[in-house]
């Protein structure tokens, strides 16, 4: 992948590539846009197969971010890290600490938080470092159940305008990833007596779900043609793609997970299938809005948070009436909506 090219494909500002051989750091940090205020977005700590893949997954989420920080409402730009190795052999405060220092290094144009494999304790550690760091314990903390409440409050208004009702009883959902999000999307989800398939690739993940929420656990070959009415991709991104589409059987797609679709393209294809897609960026925006809130308003408040968050239901209501106004996917309608709300400051 050539990064110049890919960056202005995108739309980048800025990639710097991070190595410390003591440590065993190796990182991308990818700034796509700071027109609305210093980029923001998580560390992910991943072991991609190639360097090429953490390019790549870094691009599209760092585009995402500024996208779905334009169309939360904040005042902040795009940005993400990826971190490349196990975490399970790698991770360390000292690694965290030499991490933090290249964070520490932009001087405030980018700030991270929990990702995939980054938890709040890790991020108390890098704040030993760096003040440029959010959803830090003591103040906002772990974003994941912003994250959740958001999912559910944009999949209830999605269920509104598929099904006629914005109740989830007796709904049957398949639940990808049993992370700290996916799970306690589940919890919302029981609570309202929705009918729960879960798979995970922990094995004692599932187990937790079957346990407490009475789930049915699923293979990972069942998750895209198991029968339900809603499917939500809680884990890694490029679920759906044109070449697999075709084999759902659910009629709404809301979930945790970034970057959900492959490609434009894809969005059309669930169009043309009359699946109703909720965009991933307009309803987990939730975490982010709590770590924003952290950044940019003087004094943190949760309330003042869960109403944020709890404005995804409108939010997404307005995507949807706006795909069906144009004649477009909901995938294109969001785009559009947050590209304005960035075009707008420049």
């Not at 110049?4 to 440590?23: A, C, K």
């Amino acid at each position: 992948m050539k990064v110049l090219e890919s960056m202005n494909t995108y739309g980048h500002e800025q990639i710097l590539f991070v190595h410390d051989e003591n440590v065993g750091l190796n990182a991308i940090i990818a700034i796509h846009s700071t027109v609305l205020g210093p980029a923001l977005g998580g560390t992910r700590f991943f072991n991609y197969a190639t360097e090429e893949d953490a390019l790549f997954d870094v691009l599209r989420l760092s585009r995402g971010m500024t996208l779905k920080n334009a169309a939360a409402g904040l005042k902040l730009g795009g940005g993400k890290a990826v971190i490349m190795g196990d975490p399970d052999t790698l991770k360390s405060r000292e690694f965290l600490h030499v991490y933090a220092k290249y964070i520490h290094s932009l001087h405030g144009k980018y700030y991270t938080a929990e990702d995939v494999n980054i938890n709040a304790d890790d991020v108390a550690c890098m704040n030993e470092v760096t003040q440029f760091v959010t959803g830090t314990p003591g103040v906002s903390g772990n974003p994941s159940p912003f994250t959740a409440r958001g999912i559910y409050m944009g999949m209830k208004a999605g269920a509104g305008v598929k099904f006629g009702t914005d109740s989830l009883k007796d709904k049957t959902i398949v639940v990808q990833g049993l992370g700290s999000v996916g799970y306690a999307l589940c919890g919302y989800l029981k609570k309202e007596g929705a009918h729960l398939k879960v798979y995970d690739v922990k094995s004692e993940n599932i187990k937790k779900a079957v346990e407490e929420f009475g789930a049915a656990a699923i293979n990972g070959e069942e998750v895209l043609t198991s029968e339900c009415d809603i499917f939500a991709p809680c884990a890694m991104g490029a679920v759906l793609n044109t070449g697999n589409v075709d084999a759902l059987k659910c009629r709404l797609i809301a979930g945790a997970a970034n970057n959900v679709l492959m490609d434009a393209e894809t969005g059309d294809a669930l169009e043309r299938l009359d699946i109703l897609y909720l965009p991933d960026y307009i309803i987990n925006a939730g975490g982010v809005i709590n770590c924003g809130m952290e950044i940019t308003d003087q004094t943190y408040s949760a309330d003042a948070v869960n109403a944020k968050v709890d404005a995804i239901y409108d939010t997404t209501l307005r995507i949807i009436s706006s795909a069906k106004e144009k004649n477009i996917s909901t995938y294109r309608a969001a785009d559009e909506y947050a590209e304005a709300i960035v075009n707008s400051q420049r």
